[in-house]
């Protein structure tokens, strides 16, 4: 085999390239399936209301088509703002999906355009996106809502583990930067005699930190130790901050500063009693504060290999052919029992009462009240699994046909996993609780948008 060297010694210029599209590429097999008015009408309600003064017929246009292709494209590779904006811009396919040729004065979108809109939508508009999808799946023969299999899964926070180590020194470190940014400003503060030591709260951390000792009472005085130390310099920096915030201009401040002002003046002096109340009695109080940025966080513990996780309950439900439904999350933790009948509900919304419907769930979803609810839902088969044995108590046809309900649902698992792996339901990115909500129904945005897509390659069997 020969080895050419031409163009090792050129210089690249920018130009003019044109690049074919094939019309059976997957993205624009999926532009062409997606009914985009359908899509358009659900997020129309949230552009009125959030533009300024409600008059969203005035001024520069807003041009929907883009953006909604690019939110849509965002969603299924999970990708960052800047990340979509440099790829529309240098991707000929993600043009055409987001409606080049098709809009007039077709451009990309800035990063923070993009970020602009997505926050204009609400979690509960981003909910019905998802599940549009599975109605579009529905609609095309790819899914069968003759049977549904529910689980329930934690997205986790954008956070750090909840330790009373890291908060306590976190506090301190909250208070010295706005402190030291109002002494900088305004002339007065800096008459007060208020120090902060970092240095010396850092050291308590630590000899909590790297304290080796398997005596209890030895770990909780160093935890006193540093819970004296972080409250005997912040309490004079709350004290002020309750007096003076509402009296300052905070417009004049910084978004860090103030946001980071406001969440001291809400939550340190709760917490550090909270802190103070576990040092004497041992005992978490309830409502106590996991993360300062975050007020809609839970701890949930499955009894898995990874432990403790802190952040929010989706209730998810897997059509045949599998694709996936979110329920709306009316509470943090989304009770298994609790939950079943509005994922009926929902379905039913979705797809229309059907009375052949199959429904398989695990042993959490079970109590005696969903199973007659299921046994008016459905007349086809029931896969409320029962805590305990029952083998006993069923014929051997009955049996087989749990048995082949529950192996069922344990499909979900994969794609639920598949979900994680793919976008923002396995841990978010977002910093905000509205924010870290949307993003768990985009995750399965993207899930059912790449199922779409693996249906319209041909590389997934079509439901009969």
Request: proline share 3%; with cysteine; charged share 25%.
């Amino acid at each position: 085999m020969s080895i050419c060297h031409v163009g090792m010694n050129h210089k690249v210029i920018g130009k003019s390239v044109s690049i074919a599209i094939n019309s059976n590429h997957p993205l624009i097999r999926l532009a062409n399936t997606l009914v985009w008015e359908e899509i358009a009408d659900r997020v129309m309600p949230d552009l009125q209301t959030t533009t300024a003064k409600q008059k969203w017929w005035i001024g520069r246009p807003l041009r929907l088509r883009i953006h909604l292709g690019i939110y849509i494209l965002q969603q299924l590779f999970n990708k960052t703002d800047r990340q979509m904006e440099y790829d529309v811009k240098d991707n000929a396919v993600y043009q055409l999906f987001c409606g080049h040729d098709i809009v007039k004065k077709w451009h990309c979108p800035d990063h923070t355009k993009i970020e602009e809109f997505r926050s204009r939508l609400s979690p509960q508009t981003q909910n019905q996106l998802a599940n549009h999808l599975a109605v579009v799946a529905y609609r095309l023969g790819f899914a069968t809502p003759a049977q549904i299999d529910i689980d329930s899964t934690v997205q986790e926070a954008n956070m750090s583990y909840p330790s009373d180590i890291s908060l306590l020194t976190k506090v301190g470190m909250m208070a010295k930067k706005v402190w030291g940014y109002l002494t900088k400003k305004i002339p007065n503060f800096q008459l007060e005699p208020i120090t902060i030591s970092v240095k010396e709260i850092k050291e308590k951390a630590r000899a909590c930190y790297f304290n080796r000792s398997s005596n209890p009472e030895e770990k909780n005085n160093k935890l006193h130790d540093l819970w004296m130390s972080v409250f005997d310099q912040v309490s004079p920096v709350l004290k002020i901050l309750d007096k003076v915030l509402d009296e300052i201009d905070w417009k004049q401040m910084p978004w860090n500063i103030k946001r980071t002002a406001k969440q001291l003046a809400q939550h340190a002096h709760s917490y550090l009693v909270d802190v103070v109340i576990f040092l004497n009695r041992g005992v978490m109080v309830t409502g106590k504060k996991l993360a300062f940025h975050l007020n809609e966080v839970a701890c949930f513990n499955k009894g898995k290999t990874k432990g403790l996780q802190f952040g929010r309950a989706f209730q998810l439900g897997r059509l045949g052919g599998n694709f996936l439904i979110v329920e709306k999350c009316t509470s943090l933790r989304m009770e298994d029992s609790a939950s079943l009948k509005p994922i009926i509900k929902n379905y039913q919304e979705l797809f229309g009462s059907k009375q052949n419907l199959s429904v398989a769930t695990d042993k959490k979803y079970y109590s005696k009240d969903n199973e007659k609810f299921l046994q008016q839902a459905t007349a086809n088969s029931l896969g409320l699994q029962k805590p305990g044995d029952q083998s006993t108590n069923l014929s051997e046809e009955t049996l087989n046909q749990k048995i082949a309900l529950a192996n069922r649902r344990a499909g979900i698992e994969a794609l639920i996993g598949h979900a994680k792996q793919g976008g923002q339901l396995g841990k978010s990115r977002m910093k905000y609780d509205k924010t870290t909500e949307s993003a768990g129904y985009a995750a399965i945005l993207g899930f059912n948008g790449r199922q779409l897509i693996r249906y319209l390659k041909g590389a997934a069997l079509v439901c009969k």
